[in-house]
């Protein structure tokens, strides 16, 4: 079975613990990685043995060696840069959120179907063991009919105005940075919300420093939150009538879970591969491999739902980045 080749757009933090990780699958291989700066490029393929390096993207995309394409740029280029790659006849695996709004995702995944290549948003917390376990001991009916959610992704972090987690021109704030993924939890087990209720504080950039929300379902209910300003826990808690799951910190790559009744407790440790993201790229492979465009586990769909939700939520704050 020919081995899938890699390429890597970005050359921060995430983009090294992925590349990382790649290495401990079979299968695959890391071919390019891609950076405007020409010395970081060749630092980074250096660093993660890769076999080429590029200083511009459109290079990259057009390597006829390389099959698929991680992302791991600010959102605002996620469009641009994953059409590039499809059009290009790459596959594209693009960093969380998939894009800024639904019009863009739902150009992305336009141009996965036109040009017949894969495309899946990579939401790693999706194809860990710990949220697989989570899905799977909710069907069971382990804690009954669950009807509420608490969960936030908050830490406190001090930046210049510049820096891509306040920068409007970036799509900085927290609700797009890590408000995603207590958005996904809900979403993941009780769907699209019936009504979204939340508030922000903000950075003097307009940025949401801190963003307050509440999903409602017919049965259920979300409280939720991101935020730049505070050290939170970080466990969230999934309650049923029979008890609760709590997702040990850092919840979203918990490597641990606790289920809690009123005459038990039990304890599941699930340890991750490597930094967690070879379950993601292990996803991908296999969908590739199937010749199929999109994951049955975290869908073309759900990435749209996913946005829509946080239209609205920016909706509800007013805020809007300069280029919409």
Not at 4 to 29: E, M, P, Y
Not at 233 to 250: C, F, L, N
Request: proline fraction near 2%; aromatic fraction near 10%; charged fraction near 25%.
């Amino acid at each position: 079975m020919k081995s899938i080749s890699w390429g890597i757009v970005g050359t921060g933090k995430i983009a090294n613990r992925f590349a990382a990780d790649l290495q401990l699958l079979d299968g695959c291989h890391l071919h390019a990685v891609a950076s405007r700066n020409l010395e970081r490029a060749k630092s980074f393929a250096e660093a993660t043995k890769s076999k080429t390096y590029y200083s511009d993207y459109q290079s990259l995309f057009e390597d006829m060696e390389v099959d698929i394409i991680y992302i791991a740029t600010p959102h605002s280029s996620h469009m641009e840069y994953s059409i590039s790659a499809m059009n290009a006849g790459k596959h594209v695996l693009c960093e969380k959120p998939l894009a800024v709004n639904e019009f863009q995702v739902q150009k992305m995944i336009n141009a996965s179907e036109r040009n017949k290549v894969f495309l899946m948003e990579a939401f790693w917390t999706r194809f860990m063991p710990s949220m697989k376990r989570v899905i799977s001991l909710i069907d069971e009916g382990e804690l009954g009919e669950v009807n509420y959610i608490n969960a936030d992704f908050c830490f406190y972090k001090e930046a210049s105005s510049e820096h891509r987690m306040f920068n409007m021109d970036l799509a900085g704030g927290s609700l797009l940075d890590v408000g995603v993924y207590p958005i996904f939890l809900a979403y993941q087990i009780f769907g699209f919300p019936e009504q979204i209720h939340s508030n922000a504080i903000f950075h003097e950039t307009g940025a949401d420093l801190q963003t307050s929300i509440i999903l409602k379902y017919k049965n259920a209910l979300a409280n939720l939150g991101s935020g730049f300003g505070s050290k939170t826990d970080m466990i969230a808690k999934i309650h049923g009538k029979k008890g609760r799951i709590e997702m040990q910190a850092p919840w979203h790559h918990s490597s641990e879970l606790k289920i809690i009744t009123d005459n038990d407790q039990k304890d599941i440790q699930l340890p991750l591969k490597g930094r967690g993201f070879v379950y993601e790229i292990q996803e991908c492979l296999d969908c590739i491999r199937k010749g199929e465009i999109q994951s049955n586990l975290w869908s073309h769909k759900n990435s749209l739902d996913l946005i829509l939700i946080c239209d609205q939520i920016r909706q509800q704050i007013k805020m809007k980045y300069p280029f919409e």
